[in-house]
Nanobody, 119 residues
Framework: VQLQASGGGLVPAGGSLRLSCVASGRTDSIYAMAWFRQAPGKERESVAR?????????VYSDSVKGRFTLSRDKPKNTVFLQMNSLQFADTAVYYCAAEPIQRDSYDYWGQGTQVTVSS
């Protein structure tokens, strides 16, 4: 499975961005997809997760709940992270990841996309 992330950029505080992540290859093996982020000097943290099978169950970290929305386009094997009311603290490199079926880990990772929020 290969993941291609896009959509990062520079945005003022309070603004919005939409990240996309397209999966290719053995996409039928994907159970869930997620976004993580890593800010300079900080550990990588989970942002949001969505099921790619059955209902589109989503889970958000407390820090983004109510501001970010994760959605999917299953036929296109794509997930979208709509980020609204961006804050300086959201500045980070964002990574998409995929969890295979019957695995309890994210085995596939895309390249990062930089999100910079100016204060």
């Amino acid at each position: 499975v290969q993941l291609q992330a896009s959509g990062g950029g520079l945005v003022p505080a309070g603004g919005s961005l939409r990240l996309s992540c397209v999966a290719s290859g053995r996409t039928d093996s994907i159970y869930a997809m997620a976004w993580f982020r890593q800010a300079p000097g900080k550990e990588r943290e989970s942002v949001a997760r969505i099921s790619m099978r059955g209902a589109s169950n989503t889970v958000y970290s407390d820090s983004v709940k109510g501001r970010f929305t994760l959605s999917r386009d299953k036929p296109k094997n794509t997930v979208f992270l709509q980020m609204n009311s961006l804050q300086f603290a959201d500045t980070a490199v964002y990574y998409c990841a995929a969890e295979p079926i019957q695995r309890d880990s994210y085995d596939y990772w895309g390249q990062g996309t930089q999100v910079t929020v100016s204060s």
